[in-house]
């Protein structure tokens, strides 16, 4: 049996950091709105009887072998596939290779993607019911939130699993989402306005949540002032987004990224500035990192005349212009027997 997941990753527009158990329950909820790209996450099984367990990374150029699932333990950089397969159980004697198409910390929600293309994948193989989404997102980020020592966000993993555009909201139910259906006019008029680049690896994003979850508690920095009107700002977004306001993104974005550097001094560094500013001299509308910030991916947004100038100026600034097109299909998985 050989079985490819592939799941996409995303732009978030606003709300990231609200999509975190606990804080959407201290902030009485939260709102995400994300955009899934062709960015891809990829996770291959093949069955291979009588050889153990075997996992490569081949963006992370890393692999391991083991007999069986007792022995998956001191993975290292490959702890999240290996926790992955473990979490599902019952599998031996299989060969799982990865790829994110993504850079390294890029904020594109990458390492999440590839959560839900994997999981994907091995519930195939063992042959299981269809995939219930708030089971397999749960699942998820309870694997994600072991790996990394803290807790996780979820809207990376709902865009991976449905793409397109998506508005989450997040309260002591769980999750919702409201999917926003672009036609071909609509993915071309976002398109043309998001300019993608990467910046550089970003320091690690967690550290900025956990910050951002211990000042809120500690009611610090005005902390949870600035995450409501986050929240809220992304709901403002999501209703202008659901009439196709597309006119509006920018003024939201820029407003969105203005109160995220707010909350931590990680959030963003001079390098980023500076890159932002570069773009805003050429007529950039705005500008936001991806993810929890401190480095990664930038989006600028563009009216459509200006955007070969915006985009020279970005790379003459050191930054790496990243093409993508919206996805639409979220993660999908093929399985074929053996030849």
Known sequence: MHIEATAPNRIDFAGGTTDLFPLYLLMDGGCTVNLAINVMSRASIQTTPGKGIKIVSKDLERSLQVASLEELKDAGSLKLLARTIKALGQVEDIELVTLNEAPAGSGLGASSALL????????????????????????????????????????????????????????????????????????????????????????????????????????????????????????????????????????????????????????????????????????ALANKLCGAGGGGCMISLVERPDRPKVEKAIQEAGARLIPFAIDTKGVRVEARGDA
């Open 116 to 283: 839900v293309a994997m999981l994907a994948a091995l519930h195939a193989l063992r042959g299981g019911r269809p995939l219930d989404p708030s089971q397999l997102i749960q699942l998820a980020v309870h694997i994600e939130t072991s790996v990394l020592g803290i807790p996780a966000g979820s809207q990376d993993h709902i865009a991976a699993f449905f793409g397109g555009l998506s508005v989450v909201r997040f309260d002591i139910h769980g999750f919702t989402r409201q999917g926003v259906a672009l036609n071909e006019s609509d993915k071309k008029t976002l398109e043309d306005m998001v300019i993608l680049s990467y910046t550089g690896a970003s320091r690690f994003s967690g550290m900025n949540n956990w910050d951002i979850i211990k000042s809120f508690i500690d009611r610090k920095d005005k902390t949870s002032e600035h995450l409501i009107q986050i929240r809220d700002l992304s709901e403002d977004l999501a209703a202008e987004l659901v009439q196709k306001n597309f006119h509006k993104l920018p003024t939201y974005v820029k407003r969105e990224w203005s109160l995220r550097k707010q909350l931590s001094p990680g959030v963003t560094n001079p390098t980023v500035e500076s890159l932002m500013a570069a773009a805003e001299e050429k007529g």
